[in-house]
């Protein structure tokens, strides 16, 4: 395994043990609908996303993949579903290694609330810095 597989991997473990623990050290009250779904869209994208994309910051490129912080449901759709993009976008890359993930179908608002929130939680300015 090479140093930046691993170094991926690491991240993505990372991420999914962060979403797990705060699942599971948070104290029980009401959740609203958008915390659920920024909570499933980090684990679906830990699991379908990150090894692509940034496995720790949607806002920073990824091996592959470019930065997804704040792309829309129309957007993650076409790419997920689709292998296209909606009508009139510019892609940032001119890569064709995405493969479809119907099995994404059912949650496509919830990846895109946990990119949304990653959009507006950027605490680093990574999309400002991937944006250059």
């Not at 990372?14 to 915390?35: D, F, W």
């Not at 980090?42 to 996303?49: D, P, S, T």
């Not at 296209?84 to 493969?99: A, E, V």
Request: a positive charge; one cysteine or more; aromatic letters at 6%.
């Amino acid at each position: 395994m090479s140093v930046k597989l691993a170094r991926e991997f690491v991240g993505t473990l990372v991420i999914a043990i962060a979403l797990l623990s705060a699942g599971a050290c948070s104290k029980p009250g009401p959740q609203t609908a958008e915390s659920k779904a920024v909570a499933t869209g980090g684990k679906l994208y830990a699991a379908n996303c990150a090894s692509c994309h940034n496995p720790t910051n949607p806002n920073l490129p990824g091996s592959v993949g470019p930065p997804i912080a704040g792309a829309s449901p129309d957007l993650i759709a076409d790419r997920v579903l689709h292998r296209s993009y909606p009508p009139g976008y510019k892609p940032k890359r001119n890569t064709h290694l995405m493969k479809e993930m119907p099995w994404l179908a059912p949650n496509i608002g919830d990846l895109a609330a946990f990119l949304a929130y990653g959009a507006k939680n950027d605490s680093a300015g990574a999309s400002s810095e991937a944006n250059k």
